[in-house]
């Protein structure tokens, strides 16, 4: 049986305590409105898209308005924020906001729920730092007032910024001295882990007292004649503070790369964000699934290594293909030529619709050396960022960027990063449902890039052995970031293991296992964000297998149909797909992989 869109009329919209009550109308496309962007389709517009907006909005301002890190008064805010609109979404009709309404009904609950346990979990973290930064709080004190539109008190926070070299000098030899004995001892000083995290918010506060001065030096004579010679010895008592927290408590070099060290969460976190993610299993389940999806990949490895004639050795035939690299100043003509062939591959196969004018605006920037050394392989979205060695590098490392980027690795993740990977989500999500970008997730954004490269390998997409040694790489690599990451965040694994694991088990180069570690552990990512990828693969996959392989749908409804939802994670997704409301007490339960610790799938 084909699908069916399914076709629901908003319900009534029910005014609710802070918000003002507001009709949303059926939306109809006009077919002349954009005729760049391929076909359109009329869409059910959701009840509650202009509060989820609304709530963006609001969350957007008080985040520019309350800028200083770790502050009680901005958390209790916060606080309020999140609280008040959560009592008001207990006044909504749910039944009646139909089932996008109702959709985006539990995007806003989960979203509610999980702000406040972030809170809660930037609390447990300055008390965890609350050794080493003990002074942090006269910052706090004068930048919030200033944020009040307060007068400035000159002479009081002259007095107070004069006060800091001292108690940083304090809390600097308290620690030393505890270093010290630890060493003696030959036991453990000072946390790295808070040292580091705490190296790190003196940064963001030193900026905010650059900020707080820079308001009134100059323009308040007296304000400069109190304050320019206290609040130059401060931030100066700052800055060599945070170098001696990276040098002698965390271990970093002058002139070296920082340590990685990393934040892991631990069990309880995990467990929140796993919640928040929308995933019923646990980290030892997910932990399974990985390990037998990489048991899948070194099977076919194996056979594309026995068909280069390297035998039983994967690894030599891993070698192999990491020589065949384009020579220096030609990867770009490789990105064009892969990001055809692409298309061409998703037009043959009627895979999804591709807009001309999605297919018309991407670019190439090449990266520069600082950034692959957190990102050694291309980045994505509208621009796909170039890993490539540049005249600046080390021999070495352009060595092992080439390799690293060879023509075979790169044909599996162009794909990824482009159509139809993040360009294409990112054309289709500004233009489509794009309220649901507050609720966004890797597992919808890597997850539905890394599902593409499932189903390319199924369709056939990898032509010679090289090819498929190549998109294999990448789908072990996805498995070894679920395993790496979460034991690290459960503290079963350190950074330098972690690095280990992907040269010894995956085959990496080890200066790109290390940029690759840095970058999961530097926190500009979340904790689950490398797991994200096969994982949320996966359920797309199982997503697939109901629907498409069923004959319920055919590959580009299913398609189009997630791209044009919007961001969300992946169990909603399928709430859509099957137009079937979840109920108003909804709790996480698909068990998109069966028993992964009992046999699998």
Not at 265 to 271: E, L, R, S, T, V
Not at 461 to 478: A, K, N, S
Not at 509 to 514: G, L, Y
Not at 524 to 531: A, E, F
Request: proline share 5%; charged share 25%; aromatic share 10%.
């Amino acid at each position: 049986m084909r699908f069916q869109p399914f076709a629901i009329r908003p319900g009534p919209f029910v005014a609710i305590a802070l918000l003002v009550a507001a009709s949303v109308p059926s939306v109809a496309v006009a077919q002349s409105s954009v005729p760049e962007a391929g076909p359109l389709v009329a869409l059910e517009t959701s009840t509650m898209r202009d509060l989820v907006e609304r709530y963006a909005a609001d969350r957007a301002g008080l985040a520019r308005r309350w800028t200083v890190p770790y502050s009680e008064t901005r958390r209790e805010r916060f606080r309020g924020f999140y609280s008040g609109w959560s009592q008001s979404m207990n006044s909504l009709l749910y039944e009646g906001l139909g089932v996008e309404g109702q959709i985006d009904y539990q995007l806003m609950r989960n979203e509610l729920r999980y702000r406040q346990t972030l809170l809660d979990r930037e609390e447990k973290l300055q008390r965890e730092m609350a050794a080493f930064l003990p002074f942090t709080n006269t910052i706090v004190e004068l930048e919030e007032r200033r944020r009040d539109r307060q007068p400035v008190a000159s002479e009081e926070a002259a007095r107070q910024l004069a006060d800091m070299p001292g108690v940083i000098a304090d809390v600097r030899a308290a620690l030393t001295e505890e270093q010290r004995a630890a060493e003696e001892a030959g036991g453990e000083g000072p946390s790295r882990i808070v040292a580091l995290r705490a190296a790190e918010t003196l940064g963001q506060m030193t900026r905010r007292l650059e900020s707080w001065y820079e308001h009134y030096a100059g323009y308040d004579p007296l304000f400069t004649w109190w304050n320019e010679d206290p609040y130059t010895r401060a931030k100066t008592a700052l800055e060599e503070y945070a170098a001696f927290l990276r040098e002698e408590i965390v271990g970093a070099r002058p002139g070296e790369d920082e340590p990685i060290v990393g934040d892991p969460i631990g069990a309880d976190g995990m467990a929140d964000d796993l919640r928040y993610e929308m995933i019923v299993y646990s980290p030892e389940e997910l932990i399974a699934i990985a390990e037998r999806e990489f048991a899948w990949c070194e099977a076919r490895m194996l056979e594309a290594s026995r068909d280069l004639g390297y035998g039983e050795d994967w690894k030599a035939a891993l070698e192999h293909v990491k020589t065949l690299h384009r020579a220096p100043g030609s990867q770009t003509a490789l990105v064009r030529e892969l990001a055809n062939e692409a298309v061409a591959f998703l037009e043959v196969h009627d895979l999804v619709t591709v807009p001309p004018l999605a297919n018309e605006i991407w670019r190439i920037e090449m990266m520069s050396p600082e950034r692959q050394k957190v990102a050694p392989f291309f980045l994505g979205g509208e621009t796909i960022q170039v890993a490539f060695p540049t005249d600046e590098m080390e021999h070495d490392d352009k060595l092992m960027s080439m390799r690293g980027n060879n023509e075979h690795f790169s044909r599996a993740t162009v794909h990824h990063e482009l159509i139809p990977g993040h360009h294409l989500q990112g054309f289709m999500t500004q233009r489509y449902n794009s309220h649901r970008g507050v609720f966004s997730t890797p597992f919808w954004g890597e997850g539905w890039a890394l599902y593409m490269e499932m189903l390319l390998w199924d369709l056939g997409f990898p032509q010679t052995p090289e090819d498929r040694v190549g998109m294999l790489f990448w789908r072990m690599h996805r498995a070894a970031r679920i395993i790496f990451s979460l034991s690290f965040h459960l503290e079963r694994m350190s950074p330098q293991e972690a690095i280990d694991f992907l040269v010894d088990r995956v085959g990496h180069e080890r200066a790109n296992a290390e940029a690759e570690v840095r970058r999961s552990f530097n926190g500009s990512y979340s904790p689950l964000y490398q797991v994200a990828y096969m994982i949320g693969g996966l359920q797309i996959r199982a997503l697939h297998e109901e629907l498409v392989q069923s004959g319920r749908m055919t590959n580009r409804e299913f398609h189009d149909t997630i791209l044009q939802g919007g961001r969300m994670p992946i169990e909603m997704v399928r709430a859509r797909l099957l137009g079937q409301a979840p109920n108003m007490d909804f709790v996480s339960s698909w068990r998109f992989y069966g028993d992964p610790l009992d046999g699998g799938p």
